[in-house]
T-cell receptor, first 110, second 115 residues
Framework: QKEVEQNSGPLSVPEGAIASLNCTYSDRGSQSFFWYRQYSGKSPELIMSIYSNGDKEDGRFTAQLNKASQYVSLLIRDSQPSDSATYLCAVRGGGFKTIFGAGTRLFVKA | DAGVTQSPTHLIKTRGQQVTLRCSPKSGHDTVSWYQQALGQGPQFIFQYYEEEERQRGNFPDRFSGHQFPNYSSELNVNALLLGDSALYLC??????????????FGPGTRLTVT
């Protein structure tokens, strides 16, 4: 079992729709959770962090965390073609190491 | 506000050679982590440096070594290069002692090709 799992996609949504990206993790002791966006040929960019159960909203982005289910999600409202990228879920456990999933490719069709 | 910088941008080396990659953290950050990202994969943690010491290491052989300088900049050294070392090498910085101390900000990366 991979430590951080994501559906590789591609996930295709029409412009203006809600994109829903999901991630599960194996370490129950994990404390910090992150979503990064990575455009092709570029480095990852931090878009959301979440540390406690529930929802956290920032603009068009909402991160959701459920530690009991070991599940993290990212919702992107009013999706735009510029949101087309790979979205990486990252999880920090009890140490200093952050583990990344392989990413989900998102395509937003104009 | 200066972001994370890395050099060089691209590098081509031959099997068996050695390489040194460099990173300057974001202004105000004191912790540097190095990652290797193969095509189509997520970044894999190599190690993290804080106060000039290696604080934690991932599953990489000791051909991979690093250093952090008093100004918080860092180097990644890879000896005896293998074809499988070809990847994007990413440096990420963060600031210990803040509520968001585990938020990491990445540099543009160094694309290493081993032939």
């Amino acid at each position: 079992q991979k430590e951080v799992e994501q559906n590789s996609g591609p996930l295709s949504v029409p412009e203006g729709a809600i994109a829903s990206l999901n991630c599960t993790y194996s370490d129950r002791g994990s404390q910090s959770f992150f979503w990064y966006r990575q455009y092709s040929g570029k480095s990852p960019e931090l878009i959301m962090s979440i540390y406690s159960n529930g929802d956290k909203e920032d603009g068009r982005f909402t991160a959701q965390l459920n530690k009991a289910s070991q599940y993290v999600s990212l919702l992107i409202r009013d999706s735009q073609p510029s949101d087309s990228a790979t979205y990486l879920c990252a999880v920090r456990g009890g140490g200093f190491k952050t583990i990344f999933g392989a990413g989900t490719r998102l395509f937003v069709k104009a | 506000d200066a972001g994370v910088t890395q050099s060089p941008t691209h590098l081509i080396k031959t099997r068996g050679q050695q390489v040194t990659l460099r990173c300057s953290p974001k202004s105000g950050h004191d912790t540097v982590s190095w990652y290797q990202q193969a095509l189509g994969q997520g970044p894999q943690f190599i190690f993290q440096y804080y106060e000039e010491e290696e604080r934690q290491r991932g599953n990489f052989p000791d051909r991979f070594s690093g250093h952090q300088f008093p100004n918080y900049s860092s180097e990644l050294n890879v000896n005896a290069l293998l074809l499988g070392d070809s990847a994007l090498y990413l440096c990420a910085s963060s600031s210990r002692g803040t509520i968001s101390s585990y938020e990491q900000y990445f540099g543009p990366g160094t694309r290493l090709t081993v032939t």
